[in-house]
C-alpha cells in the first residue's frame, strides 16, 4: 500500500468526539478560511479542535490548523500562530469558571509590529 502524501491527526478538541466526529473535524474542504473574515465578524463556537497537518508535497511539511465548528455545522479553519492561543485561554477560562457550551467569539485582524502584515485573534464577545 503507498503511503499518504498528506496525513492528518486530530490532537485536540474541546469536548470528547466520536471516531466520525473527529474525521468529519478533520477535513477542511468545507471549511471556510478565518482570514477570509473581517474585524468584527462573529463566530458562534461550538466544537474546536487542532489538526496536526504532514504534508509531503510543502517545502515547510508539519504545520498546524484549529478548527471551529458553529452549532449550526458551519466550520472555519486557520493555521494562525497568534489565533490559538487566544481561543485557547477564552477555554480555559471558562472551563475553570464551571461554563460550558457554545461562546462567540469576535475576529480581531492586527497590524503586526514590525508592519510585515496582519495577526489574527480573537476575543470574547
Given at each position: 500500500m503507498k503511503e499518504r502524501a498528506v496525513k492528518t491527526t486530530l490532537t485536540y478538541a474541546n469536548c470528547?468526539?466520536?471516531a466520525r466526529e473527529k474525521?468529519?473535524?478533520?477535513d477542511i474542504s468545507d471549511s471556510r478560511a478565518i482570514s477570509e473574515l473581517q474585524t468584527g465578524d462573529v463566530i458562534t463556537v461550538?466544537?474546536?479542535g487542532l489538526v496536526q497537518v504532514h504534508n509531503e508535497n510543502l517545502e515547510e511539511a508539519d504545520y498546524q490548523n484549529l478548527i471551529i465548528k458553529t452549532p449550526q455545522?458551519?466550520?472555519y479553519h486557520?493555521?494562525?500562530n497568534s489565533f490559538f492561543p487566544s481561543l485557547d485561554d477564552i477555554q480555559s477560562e471558562l472551563d475553570d469558571?464551571?461554563?460550558?457550551g457554545a461562546f462567540d467569539i469576535r475576529i480581531v485582524k492586527k497590524q503586526s509590529k514590525n508592519?510585515?502584515?496582519?495577526?489574527l485573534t480573537c476575543a470574547l464577545v
Open positions: 470528547e468526539l466520536s474525521i468529519k473535524m478533520k461550538d466544537v474546536w455545522g458551519e466550520k486557520t493555521s494562525s469558571a464551571g461554563e460550558s508592519n510585515s502584515g496582519q495577526f
